[in-house]
């Protein structure tokens, strides 16, 4: 009975100190998974995921903290995206953090009616919006992520987001209709 | 002729040619039509930038688009007139958008731009003779519209051996080379010399399908006695005029995934890219018009035309008597590889090099697709040796990483498995969408990437201009806590910024306040205006000096 | 010379562990739907499987016999395994972390694997020596390997093909996995005993 025990004894505290040195030895700085992470996403910094930006949320889903269906200007393929590299399954967008937009669109100012108060600047993620205290303010189209976050501010509500428009560069073909998978589903029923 | 030995390209197909549809007539030259219409993007790589300006009078010939950036060449006017407009006008693409166009009206007279011809360019140096092909708005005429001055440098790595003249023209319906070959041999011929020497290549091999015995034989008389050149009959096998699969065939050389002809030492031109180089370096016109195929079931008078670049499509299928009301569909290019046109309000470009008026019974409606059954004929047919089985599961399955693992840009989309599937399954349309998608997630990443620095940016602006806030503050209460030792040296240089502030202000208002303009030649009335209001000036204000004492003593 | 061949032979395709003996089906079912998951897997538990082959084989021959404590022989060799596998995860988290990550808990996992205690167990069985022990736990090893790779990449194309509606999934995988396991009973005539 002795034996046994000072036995397994003994070879646990081998084996204890043995992981004890690789904890020390391979011990991980930082974590190189929010890059990857990271880079799925897309970027656009609206917040909606409840996270302060695209970045905190690939941190938080690296952490386990945060699921990978919370990012509604991703929509689906970001989640495909995610669950692919982090060997989950996909799941259908978390509603609380809002729709899946159908098409893409950014800010537009209707210039007339822009007071010049700033508000819209300071809530901008990307630093697309130009103007100056009393001055007419406009958006850099190209430069807008289409957050929407510059919307709320406005005092006089002059910031409509309009559909991005598609042209003959950024003009994609269409998925040909799918072959009829099971023709003869028709006959049997 | 020559007897060769003969390599082959694997797969392909060999769909019903009808070629002899259009041949019956010789090239038919367009009448100057009222309008022109020319997209700025008419080659792969940069659209050009437009140069004129609307209600401007070009000449024909005239350069009306710079190219813009190195991919790029240039636009010329078709014809003498006034430019109408720059604006979105329908282009032919497959999307049936508008794009960027310069609009312009003839003016009836047709009158040239000075052209300055070359004859001399042997002794001309190579990189001039690529601008001069460049600024002639030159474009591979075959169909892809790749800008040629960058296939006539033969690159500094290496010697090219072979010069490839593509006369192949493989795809059915389209005779406007096998034309061309027929009736302007010289041209061409002077043209092949001309890339030849900029190309410093050893041969030419002039390729030709065996199904155009004239176009053989009208070459083979006009290289008689250049001993570089050679004719070369390819036994009819589409798609034998891809680049590639030429090169494979003639050569035995197979060209690897994402490299060029060029790497192997061999440059592929088509021929009648070598009668548009003859004009710009002999004659000095710049690319303005191209002959073009009219034909099918649509049109009465199947035929080829020399059409101007800008051309509307309507009056072109007007002059050979179309559209009919059999016309189904309006198909730019071949059956193969063209795409249906969504109007014929659109112009004809520099690639066009079909117009295909198709009816019922020459298109025929293939049903709906049904499933995939893996037979594997598309893996026999294609050119390209991929799997396009695979490639189509990939792309209905939306998985753009292993589609592209399985080679996707490869595919040159000539359609010859969708021509050989049994289920009609439109595999090349499946290519195109995945194409199209994986180039749509690259500018979103793109984008992306943009946005996330920044997003970094400001951040890292927001933090700094926080830091000195929190600074400014700081020192602020610094000083007001270390007012008392440091009362008097503050007072003293508060007290030389007063007496500098003093003087300056002291030194502009002894300097006239205004420095008069347009007073060279007054007439003693505006003279004597003059002098009375700053009479009254002088007056309305009280002394300067006592002013600015008076601005001190309330401080 | 030939003996050990023949052990690797064996259990690489003769007595496959997944698919003759059944044994470490879970991962097999589970982390097989990408190919570059499922080969992280294999390379991580091949290494555990021949380290812990090895280890438990030491283990037994130079502490439980000479003492007679055979009777801990299964309490002994699960935590001879487990501390191979805490190590496994250490090294992989430091320099493989998207594999770690994508592994997630499949590879903790490793150590109820019961192909792993399975070949610890039969070595003693057996009456392997140690180098017989460390070419078993080696073949087992690759013979996991082997059918797991396979099997994901069976299942990616599974993926994009079009499978009837009510064989999608697991269902399908499960399919597949029957026909493979049917496959490799033709090996069993390959060694003539």
Redesign the interface.
Do not use: C, I, S, W
């Given at each position: 009975m002795l034996t046994a025990i000072l036995a397994l004894g003994a070879l646990a505290l081998v084996f204890g100190l043995l992981l004890g040195f690789a904890a020390v030895r391979f011990k991980v700085e930082g974590d190189p998974l929010v890059e990857k992470i990271d880079a799925l996403l897309p970027q656009t910094q609206c917040g909606q995921c409840g996270f302060p930006g695209c970045r905190p949320y690939a941190t938080a889903i690296a952490k386990g903290e945060a699921d990978i269906n919370q990012c509604p200007p991703g929509g689906q393929t970001t989640i495909v995206a995610l669950a692919d590299l982090l060997g989950r399954d996909p799941k259908p967008l978390n509603p609380e953090n809002g729709q899946e937009k159908v098409e893409k669109t950014v800010a537009i100012i209707r210039e007339d009616i822009c007071i010049g108060c700033t508000l819209c600047i300071q809530a901008c993620p990307v630093d697309a919006i130009l103007g100056a205290p009393k001055q007419m303010h406009t958006v850099i189209e190209k430069e807008c992520t289409g957050c929407e976050l510059c919307v709320a501010p406005c005092p006089v509500e002059c910031i409509d987001m309009i559909p991005v428009k598609e042209d003959i560069g950024s003009w994609k073909w269409k998925a040909p209709p799918a072959p009829a998978t099971r023709p003869r589903a028709e006959s049997d029923a | 002729m020559s007897t060769r030995p003969l390599f082959s390209f694997f797969g392909g197909v060999h769909p019903p040619m009808h070629k002899d549809v259009s041949t019956g007539q010789p090239i038919d030259v367009m009448p100057l039509a009222e309008r022109y219409i020319l997209p700025l993007h008419q080659n792969i790589g940069q659209p050009a930038k437009p140069v004129v300006s609307v209600g401007e009078r070009v000449l024909k010939g005239q350069r009306i688009g710079h190219a813009e950036g190195y991919v790029s060449v240039a636009l010329h006017a078709p014809t003498s007139g006034t430019i109408a407009d720059i604006g979105a006008y329908p282009v032919p693409h497959p999307s049936g958008l508008s794009d960027n166009c310069i609009v312009m009206t003839a003016d009836g007279a047709d009158e040239w731009t000075e052209c300055v011809a070359l004859p001399d360019y042997e002794n001309i140096n190579p990189s001039h003779l690529r601008n001069i092909v460049r600024e002639a708005g030159i474009v591979g005429l075959g169909g892809a519209g790749f800008p040629s001055f960058i296939k006539l440098n033969p690159g500094t790595h290496k010697k090219i051996d072979t010069l490839i003249m593509n006369g192949i023209e493989c795809e059915p319906y389209i005779t406007c080379d096998d034309m061309l070959m027929r009736e302007r041999a010289a041209e061409i011929v002077a043209g092949i010399r001309i890339i030849r020497h900029a190309l410093q290549a050893n041969r030419v091999l002039i390729a030709i399908e065996d199904n155009k015995p004239q176009a053989i034989k009208s070459i083979e008389e006009a290289i008689r006695g250049e001993s570089a050149m050679e004719v070369v009959a390819c036994p009819t096998r589409y798609p034998q005029g891809s680049e590639k699969q030429l090169v494979e065939a003639l050569t035995g050389k197979e060209i690897p995934s994402e490299a060029l002809p060029l790497h192997v030492g061999i440059v592929v031109h088509n021929v009648g890219t070598a009668a548009a180089v003859y004009r710009a370096i002999m004659l000095g016109e710049p690319l303005t018009s191209r002959i073009i195929t009219v034909t099918g079931g649509g049109v009465a008078q199947p035929r080829n035309v020399e059409a101007r670049i800008g051309t509307v499509i309507e009056d072109i299928l007007a002059h050979c008597g179309g559209p009919t009301a059999e016309t189904r569909k309006l198909i730019m290019g071949g059956p193969m590889m063209g795409f249906a046109l969504h109007s014929d309000r659109a112009p004809v470009v520099k690639t066009t090099n079909c117009l295909l008026a198709a009816t019922a019974e020459e298109i025929p409606d293939r049903g709906p697709a049904l499933p995939c059954i893996r037979c594997g004929a598309c893996s026999d047919a294609c050119p390209a040796r991929l799997l396009p089985q695979q490639l189509f599961w990939y792309a209905q399955a939306k998985d753009l990483d292993k589609i592209q693992e399985y080679n996707l840009f490869d595919c040159i989309e000539c359609g010859c498995c969708a021509y050989v599937c049994p289920s009609n399954i439109p595999l090349v349309h499946y290519y195109r969408f995945a194409k199209t998608e994986i180039w749509a997630r690259e500018r979103e990443k793109e984008k992306a990437e943009l946005a996330r620095q920044r997003f970094d940016f400001r951040q890292t602006r927001l933090e700094r201009e926080k830091a000195e806030r929190a600074a400014r503050h700081k020192k602020k209460r610094d000083e007001l806590h270390s007012e008392e030792p440091s009362a008097a040296p503050a007072t003293e240089t508060k007290k030389a910024a007063i007496l500098a502030a003093m003087e300056r202000a002291k030194k502009k208002k002894d300097a006239p306040r205004i420095t008069p303009a347009n007073t060279e030649a007054l007439t003693p009335q505006q003279q004597q205006m003059i002098e009375e209001v700053e009479q009254r000036r002088r007056q309305s204000r009280p002394n300067p000096e006592q002013q600015s004492a008076a601005s001190n003593g309330d401080k | 010379m030939k003996e050990y061949a023949l052990i690797l032979l064996s259990t690489v395709l003769v007595n496959n562990f997944v698919l003759v003996k059944f044994l470490g089906l879970c991962p097999f079912m589970g982390?097989s739907?990408?190919l570059e998951?499922a080969t992280g897997m294999s390379f991580a538990t091949t290494f555990v499987l021949t380290l812990s082959s090895a280890c438990s084989y030491l283990?037994n021959e130079y502490?439980?016999v000479p003492?007679?404590?055979e009777f801990?022989r299964t309490?002994?060799f699960i935590?001879?395994i487990a501390?191979v596998v805490?190590?496994t995860e250490?090294?992989m988290?430091?320099?493989f972390?998207?594999l770690y990550?994508?592994?997630?808990i499949f590879l903790p996992l490793i150590t109820t694997n019961c192909a792993v205690l399975g070949v610890a167990l039969l070595n003693i069985q057996e009456s392997h020596g140690f180098v017989e022990s460390l070419l078993y736990g080696f073949g087992a090893a690759v013979g996991f390997s082997m059918v797991m790779i396979l099997f994901a990449a069976m299942r990616?194309?599974i993926?994009?093909?079009?499978v009837?509606l009510a064989f999608r999934g697991p269902a399908i995988a499960l399919v597949t996995a029957g026909l493979m396991s049917m496959a490799f009973m033709g090996f069993s005539g390959l060694v003539r005993v």
């Open positions: - | - | 982390v739907k990408k998951t283990v502490l439980l003492l007679g404590l801990l309490m002994t935590l001879v501390v805490q190590f250490m090294v988290h430091k320099h972390p998207l990550n994508v592994l997630g990616e194309r993926a994009a093909a079009d009837p």
